[in-house]
């Protein structure tokens, strides 16, 4: 899939201090399965059958009245609709990103109130390794793209005959699509259709450093920043602060004495 934007240069994982010490000392990351997403609305949506459904059905059923057809199609696209959703729940594992690292609510929401870490991921395009885990797992291949915002719930206009195809666009156009009100967290998602949930190795270089929380505690600092000595890789450290204005700045963190 081509993307029509470019990549940022760095994306964010909020985690609480014990998942992210997990991330830093294992070098890996939970997929999550389409039941586990924090939205209900979440990978909701609509099926419209292509044009040509009705006059086939007609052909193969001439006395069909226009109600029975649309009683038919409305049968069809929910069957269509079961099927699909059931397709998504048991094997597409997501691993979300933001592309924001000081977003209050982000902090509030995913960082545990503030107490957790932010971990950041470098996505360098000319590393093969990097390349490799964004576009392939185990057993074939990924999607990886930003999520669209949109007041309304997706509709995807299917065949009759579910196809391959069908599937993709499935996808590409229900899992990532989100209502407007999520639009503050600027995600991004990889998705894994072949392998579906669980956790996944990546290569080290792809963690790039780590943010602690304005109010991670004392004892939490020290025991993510000894995680972060022991990496394979330097990896940055900086902290969020509260600012006047009540949001929050990225600042380098200085060690503590």
């Known amino acids: ?7 940022p240069k760095s994306l964010y994982k909020y985690r609480s201090v014990d998942r992210a010490e997990e991330i830093i000392r294992d070098k890996k990351v939970y997929f999550a399965n389409v039941k586990e997403l924090n939205d209900p609305e979440d990978c909701r949506f609509d099926i419209s059958l292509e044009r040509g459904f009705g006059h086939r059905l007609l052909g193969r059923n001439p006395g069909y009245t226009r109600q029975q057809i649309l009683r038919k199609r409305k049968q069809a696209e929910e069957k269509l ?27 509030c929401h995913y960082g545990y109130m ?3 870490i932010c971990l950041e991921f470098r996505f360098q395009l000319g590393d093969p390794a990097h390349e490799f885990f964004l576009t392939h797992g185990r057993r074939g291949p990924r999607l990886f793209s930003y ?9 995807v206009v299917l065949s009759e005959t579910l196809a391959m195809d069908d599937t993709d666009k499935c996808i590409k156009i229900a899992v990532l699509t989100k ?5 503050y967290e600027q995600e ?3 998705l894994d259709a ?6 996944k190795p990546f290569p080290p270089g792809l ?3 780590l943010i602690l929380g304005p109010e991670t505690p004392t004892e939490d600092r020290v025991r993510i920043l000894q995680a972060a000595k022991e990496y394979p890789c330097p990896l940055k450290t900086q902290e969020a602060v509260r600012n006047p204005q009540g949001g929050l700045t990225i600042v380098p963190f200085r060690a503590m004495s």
């Open 114 to 116: 503030g107490t957790g």
């Open 1 to 7: 899939m081509k993307l029509d934007r470019p990549i």
């Open 207 to 209: 963690l790039a450093g």
């Open 194 to 199: 072949h392998d579906g949930a669980g956790t």
């Open 81 to 107: 609709r079961r099927t699909v959703h059931g397709l998504l729940h048991r094997h597409l594992g997501v691993f979300s990103l933001s592309a924001k690292n000081d977003d209050p609510q982000l902090w």
């Open 147 to 155: 999520v669209t915002y949109s007041k309304r719930k997706p509709v």
């Open 188 to 190: 991004w998602r990889l």
């Open 179 to 183: 209502t407007s009100r999520w639009t």
